[in-house]
């Protein structure tokens, strides 16, 4: 029968019916710092290279972890050299580094970019034989499987933001093509996690910012994508995917996320020190990575990575970089409402929940007329915390769209996610609508 297929069980079904979810265990809470000696104890490290970055090696709690690890009676090396939205370049440079300081485990501590530049050094480490090129999603890279173990890293989110510490993929941008892209693999998926809400606090403001718009696209994103059971029948288990498109697992994960979103999110942009909407925004952070780690996201991700990876001029306010740079989640949210007004028709009522959650009244609201619903409720959340006013805010004018179009249609892997078929006109619609708000 075509379009069918025989599960392993011998029943023949038209559609996927098996659900995967996945996380590594987690220990959040204020305070939660305190138990990093422990965790790597458990873990049974000897040694550990801390990564993360200049910023938070000045001003985050990196000595603080090193005297616990230290306490705990485990070798520790600091490395503070990550770039914020790490390259492929970049990565290989650090590796290359760091290839005499072998080590047993590695601790991350910082945004995304430190966590996703831990997880890249401990492949490229734990198999230097392999180019990392070869990792690379389809079309860019090969897509090759990690091809076995990795040693244990700890994840330590300083934003609220990636998620990362909870997901099984790295961002990267490629710098010979401009364009970012990623790596999946459950190889990659951090041995423990540790959510300190406190060590959020020296966010400055449009960091706040940007961490929690990509939060809030994460949960939009695979709270409306194509759901598992729209999709064929994998032929097997190794054919499934780590995105396999909203589910109910993850569902609960996205719901919890937007209503935390909904009610701490401006409060956490416009006050560092309000620890409640800080700590909020972290179990956002970490429910969403839950959410989308499982279920994927789609069209506002994949305009994303040619948006950052072609910036030539943007310096985002409070962010200190030597190099043009779109934080992620600014790059993420400026197609957020276009897309979303393009996925409505696949599923109004998920759209229309996601904007309740976020705080709109659906009073009046039908079917027919809320489309705009949920994109006029992210563009006020962008308006309340400062965010971009469009694509044209990072200085991409309309000659670029094609560009943009053509770096987005490669991002296949996040494309196949969208609850609608998505074709280069449609991505070119989408960006001629998001070049100003």
Known sequence: MDGWATHRDGTLYPHETVITWQAPPIRIGAGATAEIGYELSRLGVGSVLIVTDPNVARVGPVRRVRELVEQAGIEATVFDEVRVEPSDQGCEEAARKLADRPV???????????????????????????PLRDYLNKPIGAGRT?????????????TAGSGSECTAMVALGITDLRVKTGISDLRLRPSASIIDPLNTLTMPPAVAAASGYDVLTHA?????????????????????????????????????????????????????????????MSQAAAYAGMGFGNAGTHIPHACAYPIAGMVTEYRPRDYIVDHPLVPHGESVIATAPAAFEFTYPASPERHLRAAELLGASTAGVTVRNGADLLPQTILDIMRDTGGPNGVGSFGYETRDIPLLVDGAAKQQRLLVGCPRDVT??????????????
């Open 424 to 437: 280069a006109d449609d991505l070119t619609r989408i960006f001629h609508a998001s070049m100003k708000y």
């Open 146 to 158: 990690i091809p076995g173990v990795l040693k244990p890293l700890v994840a330590m989110p300083t």
């Open 104 to 130: 047993d485990g590695y601790v991350a501590v910082g945004g995304g970019s430190s966590i996703d530049t831990a997880k890249v050094l401990n492949l490229l480490h734990s198999h230097p034989d392999i």
């Open 220 to 280: 939009c994103e695979s709270y409306t994508a194509r759901a598992y059971d729209q999709r064929p029948p994998y032929p097997s288990p190794a054919g499934r995917p780590i995105y396999i498109g909203a589910n109910p697992i993850s569902d609960v994960w996205a719901e919890k996320a937007l209503a935390l979103i909904g009610t701490y999110f401006r409060r956490s942009v416009l006050n560092a020190l309000d620890v409640e909407a800080r700590t909020a």
